[in-house]
C-alpha cells in the first residue's frame, strides 16, 4: 500500500470483507482500499468526522461533532443519507447509529441519552447520565446497556441511570460490538470486555495504530501494513 498514506493516517478500519478503511485528519478524508491495495473510493469533507464502524459497508455511519450532522455512506462512499441534528437538540458530544432507523445520542446540553428515530423525527428514549460528556471517546448501546469509553476508564450503565461497572482503562479509542462481545480499540492493543473485567487479547507495543475484523487483527507500524489471525 502507499506508505505516505499509511504514514498520514489517524484512524485504521477494517470490514469483513477485506477491505480497508484510512481517515486522515490532514484532510478529513477517508479512502477504501480493496485486499490487493487498489483504492475504491475516497470521501473528503470540510469538516473533521468520527467513523462509527464500517462493519456494514453498504451503510458507513459517521458524525461530526462540529457540524452536528450525521451522515451514512454505500459501499462506494457515496453519501446515501444526511441527519441534521442541530434544529432537534442542544449540543450532540457523540453519536451511536443503532440501525438504518434508530441513533443513539449523547446530548451535553441536557446531560441524557436519547433514542432518535430520525426516519419519523421522533424520540424514543430518554434516558438522564450524569457523566463527564466532554471526556467521551466513544459509546455503544447494546441488549439494554450502555458502554462507554472516557480518556480513564470503561463505564457500563444500565437503562436507569446505574452505573454497573466501572474500570480504569487509558488510550482507549473506540469500541466494537461482534455478536455478543464487546471490544475496546486502544492505541496498541485491543481488549475484549467479559464479566465486568478487560482482557487484553491483542497487541503490539511498537505499532502506531491497530483495528479487527472478525478474522484478522490490523496493524499499522513502520509505515507498513500488517495483518495477524485473530485466534478463538
Known amino acids: 500500500m502507499d506508505t505516505l498514506h499509511l504514514r498520514e493516517t489517524k484512524e485504521l478500519f477494517?470490514?469483513?470483507y477485506g477491505n480497508i478503511y484510512l481517515y486522515q485528519n490532514k484532510d478529513f478524508s477517508l479512502t477504501k482500499y480493496d485486499s490487493l491495495g487498489i483504492q475504491k473510493g475516497r470521501l473528503m469533507l470540510t469538516l473533521p468526522f468520527r467513523i462509527q464502524s464500517v462493519q456494514n459497508p453498504l451503510n458507513i455511519p459517521t458524525f461530526s461533532e462540529n457540524a452536528q450532522v450525521l451522515r451514512f455512506y454505500d459501499q462506494n462512499l457515496n453519501e446515501i443519507q444526511t441527519v441534521d441534528l442541530r434544529n432537534h437538540f442542544g449540543y450532540i458530544r457523540a453519536a451511536y447509529a443503532e440501525d438504518q432507523q434508530f441513533v443513539w445520542l449523547l446530548d451535553d446540553s441536557?446531560?441524557?441519552?436519547?433514542?432518535?428515530?430520525?426516519?419519523?423525527?421522533k424520540t424514543a428514549q430518554n434516558i438522564p447520565l450524569n457523566i463527564e460528556y466532554e471526556t467521551v471517546r466513544d459509546f455503544l448501546v447494546f441488549n439494554s446497556l450502555i458502554y462507554i469509553v472516557t480518556d480513564n476508564h470503561l463505564a457500563v450503565y444500565n437503562f436507569k441511570s446505574e452505573k454497573l461497572v466501572e474500570l480504569p482503562f487509558q488510550n482507549g479509542?473506540?469500541?466494537?460490538?461482534?455478536?455478543?462481545r464487546i471490544y475496546i480499540i486502544a492505541d496498541n492493543a485491543v481488549w475484549l470486555y467479559n464479566e465486568g473485567q478487560t482482557v487484553r487479547i491483542f497487541s503490539d507495543p511498537t505499532a502506531a495504530i491497530v483495528d479487527k475484523n472478525s478474522t484478522r487483527y490490523f496493524v499499522i507500524k513502520g509505515n507498513n501494513l500488517y495483518l495477524y489471525p485473530v485466534k478463538n
Open 14 to 16: 477494517a470490514d469483513d
Open 110 to 121: 441536557t446531560k441524557r441519552l436519547i433514542r432518535y428515530n430520525f426516519r419519523e423525527n
Open 173 to 180: 479509542k473506540r469500541l466494537r460490538r461482534e455478536n455478543d
